[in-house]
């Protein structure tokens, strides 16, 4: 019988991909992607901290995409291709480039970007104009021949938007309209807290408190509540303590009742709500008295405050991928399946988050 070569090939090694480094840094493949060709829409720590992983896996470009993506770049003409309608629900019709702060802002600043990488113009249309309809609204941007339409987040005023979406091209951006059946790019909201939790536990936060308003938690269809709710009844049940939900405007009472009561260590509180504030006017210090943590960190936040970064740009961008490609297969009108694309979200550290700054 013969025997085989000693000197037989090995298998070679697998090739380190863009979704391995995801994996490796808890980040979209997209995000990633974008990171290693230092794309605007991406925040220089997270480019590095794309670079360290892509480096510590050995992972290099193939070169044969390389190449074909260089020479697509180069011969492809990049004419301008029409305009996207960006839905402004706000109450003035500049709300995107002169007012809006946050997840709203970042989303169109996003999209913004990704429309004139493709060729795009992307345009606001007011559809907070007071006498504005859907009706009428469906007409003007039909009589535009805009080439798609992206309904942005809406204030908590709009929870309705009959358009005639059998005209368009269109997505939708966040929970808010949920009776529109158009694919739906999201912050992942129950992972986003999830991550948090996560982190929280291992800085070694004793007790951990959740407190956000009755309608925003309604706005993320209870995603951030339902992630915690869950750590309540698997997890040390001691070190989370019951949420806070606020019904009113009006709920600085009932926020301190809540406060002295379950003596949270660290405060995650989520949307745009007043009870960091409402810490300072109980007297008590941060970080010294309690700590405060954002599941939905905005990009001036990062600053002074850890929490949970929802990547909105990348958002956005997404957004604006999803109608190219819903203009590139000539779909006009309502998906017969709508998809929900969510993007991970990034834990942001600081200073300020240290359970040993607590000295009570």
Request: proline share 5%; with cysteine.
């Amino acid at each position: 019988m013969k025997q085989s070569s000693g000197n037989a090939a090995k298998p070679s090694k697998r090739r380190v991909t863009i979704r391995d480094i995801a994996a490796e840094v808890g980040l979209h493949f997209t995000t990633v992607a974008r990171a290693l060709k230092d794309s605007d829409l991406v925040r220089p720590d997270t480019v590095k901290r794309v670079r360290e992983a892509a480096d510590k896996l050995g992972y290099q470009a193939d070169p044969f995409v390389s190449a074909f993506c260089s020479y697509r770049s180069r011969h492809l003409k990049k004419g301008y291709r029409g305009n996207i309608s960006w839905i402004n629900g706000f109450d003035s019709p500049d709300y995107y480039e002169t007012t809006a702060t946050g997840f709203g802002k970042e989303c169109y600043e996003g999209a913004k970007a990704r429309c004139e990488e493709l060729g795009f113009k992307l345009v606001t249309f007011w559809y907070g104009e007071p006498g504005m309809s859907a009706k009428r609204a469906s007409q003007i941007i039909h009589s535009r021949g805009e080439a798609g339409l992206i309904v942005a987040p809406m204030p908590h005023s709009i929870d309705k938007l009959d358009m005639r979406w059998d005209s368009f091209c269109s997505v939708r951006i966040g929970y808010s309209i949920p009776d529109v059946p158009l694919t739906n790019v999201v912050a992942d909201q129950f992972g986003n807290m999830n991550l948090l939790c996560d982190n929280l536990e291992e800085l070694g936060f004793p007790r951990i408190g959740f407190a956000t308003r009755e309608w925003i938690d309604l706005r993320v269809e209870h995603k951030w509540s339902g992630a915690y709710q869950i750590r309540q009844l698997t997890g040390d049940s001691d070190r989370y303590q019951p949420m806070f939900i606020g019904k009113t405007e009006d709920d600085y009472p009932e926020f301190e009742k809540w406060i002295r009561r379950h003596r949270p260590s660290v405060l995650i509180v989520g949307g745009s709500t007043p009870y960091a504030n409402y810490l300072e006017r109980m007297g008590m210090k941060v970080p010294q008295d309690i700590q405060v943590v954002s599941v939905s960190l905005e990009a001036s936040e990062i600053a002074h405050r850890a929490g949970v970064d929802q990547e909105a740009r990348v958002v956005g961008s997404i957004a604006v991928d999803q109608v190219y490609g819903i203009i590139g297969r000539s779909h006009v009108g309502i998906e017969s399946v709508p998809k929900t694309i969510m993007t991970a979200g990034t834990w942001r550290g600081h200073t300020s988050c240290d359970p040993s700054l607590l000295v009570s």
